[in-house]
C-alpha cells in the first residue's frame, strides 16, 4: 500500500496529471508526512511467554525482523503478548528445539517404518543374541528392516553401533574363514552405497520401490560390558517430513572371566 501511494505521488509531481489543486496538494503533502513519521516510529513489540520465563522481542524503525531465546523453558503452552502498530501485519515462527536421553528413545514412523534386529554367528547360521549369551571375539549380524507402502526416491539409512561392536567388511578377503562368506549376504541391492562406519553406518538408495527391505552389515564383538544401542533411523534425503526410527535397545556381552571365577 505505500510503495504504491509513494508510486503515484511521484508519478503525479512529475506530470503525471495536468494540473493539481490546492486541497489535492495539501492531501498528498500530509500523506508523505505521515508515512515518513510512520517509518520512523517503532513498529511494535511482543512479549512470548512459557510458563514462569518470558521473552519480549522489539521491532525498531525499518526493522524486519527480531529473535531470542528461552532457555530450558518450564511449561506446555506458548502465550503471544503483540503490542503492534494499528494496520501493521505480524508473524510469528517458534522453533522448539530439545535434547533427547537416547537411552529412553522410543519408536517412531511417518511414511516409513524400520525395526532393527541382531544375530550372532553360532554353528555356520545366524542366531537371535536373545537366544545365545555373547562372548567376546564372536560376529554378529546387525539387520534393518524398512517398509514402504509406496515407492520412494533417495533413501538414507543410519545405525548407531553399540560401544562394543565393531563393523567388518566382510567383503574383504582378509576378513573372516570360508565358513564365514557362506552367511555374509548384505540384504537389498536397492542400498547399493554403503558407508561402513565405525560408530554410524549408513546406506543409501536412489530409489526404492513399496515392499520390505532388509539390509544386512556385520561386527565384530570387542570387549565386554553393557552397551547402549541408540536408535537406527531412516528418512528421505531431501525431506523432513517422512521419517523414522527403532526403540533404543542395549546390547549385553558377559564378562567371561567373572563367570569362570563365579565358578
Known sequence: ???????????????????????????????????????????????????????????????????????SPAGTQLRIEPELRANEPASYVAEFRYSEDARIARASAVGLAIDRRYEVLRDGAWVPVAQSALREGDWIRI????????????????????????????????????????????????????????????????????????????????NSGDYLAAPAVVELMYGKATRARTAAMRLVVPDQAKGHSGN
Open 1 to 71: 500500500m505505500r510503495r504504491s501511494l509513494v508510486r503515484g505521488l511521484s508519478d503525479l509531481y512529475a506530470g503525471g496529471s495536468e494540473a493539481v489543486d490546492t486541497q489535492t496538494g495539501a492531501g498528498c503533502l500530509m500523506a508523505i508526512r505521515d508515512l515518513a513519521k510512520s517509518s520512523a516510529e517503532d513498529a511494535g513489540s511482543a512479549r512470548f511467554g512459557i510458563g514462569a520465563q518470558s521473552l519480549m522481542l522489539h521491532l525498531a524503525a525499518r526493522q524486519r525482523q527480531d529473535q531470542g531465546t528461552i532457555e
Open 143 to 222: 539387520t534393518l528392516v524398512v517398509d514402504s507402502g509406496a515407492a520412494r526416491h533417495f533413501v538414507a539409512l543410519t545405525d548407531s553401533v553399540p560401544g562394543g561392536l565393531r563393523p567388518t567388511d566382510l567383503s574383504l578377503s582378509a576378513v573372516g574363514g570360508l565358513d564365514l562368506h557362506k552367511v555374509d549376504d548384505v540384504g537389498s541391492g536397492y542400498f547399493a552405497t554403503r558407508h561402513l562406519d565405525a560408530r554410524n553406518p549408513k546406506f543409501y538408495a536412489e530409489y526404492l520401490p513399496a515392499g520390505r527391505h532388509e539390509v544386512h552389515y556385520f561386527a565384530l564383538v570387542g
